[in-house]
Nanobody, 126 residues
Framework: DVQLQASGGGLVQAGGSLRLSCAVF??????????IGWFRQAPGKERRGVSC????????YYADSVKGRFTISRDNVKHTLYLQMNSLQPEDTAVYYC?????????????????WGQGTQVTVSS
């Protein structure tokens, strides 16, 4: 049974940093062939992909809006996925979700993800 547990959200001032964590159960982060990523949903908006990691290939994807500021990484021993978020801006305010997809490679569409963690709120004040 695959389960994902996201944590690490909070309130931060513009220009600050946060690191989100996603504990992964039922999948390994170094051998299994799947994609894992982060999405976010701002108030009144659709949920959108932020970043994705292809577990077997190690390739990554970032949305243009976060490129150069956010970094996706993994700790295989701790079975945890991370999203380091730097230079945060008010427009980054959203509920952030981690998700896993059985599709191989980089997966950016929400409907291609089968497993979702609960969201964690990130609020950036100006």
């Amino acid at each position: 049974d695959v389960q994902l547990q996201a944590s690490g959200g909070g309130l931060v001032q513009a220009g600050g940093s946060l690191r989100l964590s996603c504990a992964v159960f039922g999948l390994t982060l170094d051998e299994d062939d799947y994609a894992i990523g982060w999405f976010r949903q701002a108030p009144g908006k659709e949920r959108r992909g932020v970043s994705c990691l292809s577990v077997s290939a190690g390739s990554t994807y970032y949305a243009d809006s976060v490129k150069g500021r956010f970094t996706i990484s993994r700790d295989n021993v701790k079975h945890t996925l991370y999203l380091q978020m730097n230079s945060l801006q008010p427009e980054d305010t959203a509920v952030y979700y981690c998700a896993a997809s059985g599709t191989v490679g980089i997966v950016v569409l929400e409907y291609d993800y089968q497993y979702w963690g609960q969201g964690t709120q990130v609020t950036v004040s100006s």
